[in-house]
């Protein structure tokens, strides 16, 4: 899976769909003049999600590591994990920005 561990692959479908949602809520807002609040839920709910997600990857990842301090010591292994946690510890605050951000943007167009 890489140093990112599975979790970032969920990440980063959620990540493409949070743009999916605020390009199609930009494009409801100049043809019809608002915003869908059911749109506008979704994206809080994900940028609720986001954040819960990442600190999942962020506890994978560091038992990763610790798995890694608990038999032969390997530097490289250690580091592997340590960055899995952050990556994801990362992407899912980007993420959660990224929803919350729009949402809240958007709600003031309505």
């Given at each position: ?17 949070t743009l999916y949602l605020l390009f199609y ?9 608002q915003v869908d609040e059911a749109l506008l ?54 993420v959660a920005v990224v929803a919350y951000g ?9």
């Open positions: 899976m890489g140093a990112a561990g599975p979790v970032f692959y969920l990440l980063l479908a959620l990540s493409v769909y809520a930009s494009f409801l807002f100049r043809r019809e003049g839920d979704r994206l809080w709910d994900l940028a609720q999600l986001a954040p819960l997600l990442g600190l999942l990857g962020t506890t994978l990842g560091m038992i990763r590591a610790f798995m890694a301090l608990s038999g032969e010591p390997n530097g490289a292994l250690l580091a592997k994990g340590v960055a899995e946690a952050l990556v994801n510890t990362g992407m899912g605050l980007l729009g949402r809240t943007f958007l709600s003031g167009r309505r």
